[in-house]
């Protein structure tokens, strides 16, 4: 059983940074496909960025040369530093462990970017 609790959400305004974190517990950290996910009200839950257990990453279009993924295996926890924030980036944001299945959810942490 792997757990998942993201940290770091809140209100910031538009130009702004947040970083959000998620803590694992349970497993091998270390060779997992971490990724981070969001859903805004009235749309479906997207991909933001993964990152391979090597450290590869990949980005959705919206957010590429903004966000950032990392991870701290010695910490059991992966990253999400998001610059520039805009009013679209508004939404729950999800940290999940997806390789190896089964994969697992946090509970989300809410982001909102508003003047």
């Known amino acids: 059983q792997v757990q998942l609790v993201e940290s770091g959400g809140g209100l910031v305004q538009p130009g702004g940074s947040l970083r959000l974190s998620c803590a694992a517990s349970?497993?091998?950290?270390?060779?997992?496909?971490m990724a981070w996910y969001r859903q805004a009200p009235g749309k479906q839950r997207e991909l933001v960025a993964g990152i391979v257990a090597s450290g590869g990453t990949n980005y959705a279009d919206s957010v590429k040369a903004r966000f950032t993924v990392s991870r701290d295996n010695a910490k059991n926890t992966v990253y999400l530093q998001m610059n520039n924030l805009k009013p679209e980036d508004t939404a729950v944001y999800y940290c999940t462990k997806v390789l190896p299945s089964p994969q697992y959810w946090g509970q989300g942490t809410q982001v909102t970017v508003s003047s």
């Open positions: 349970g497993g091998l950290f270390s060779i997992y496909t």
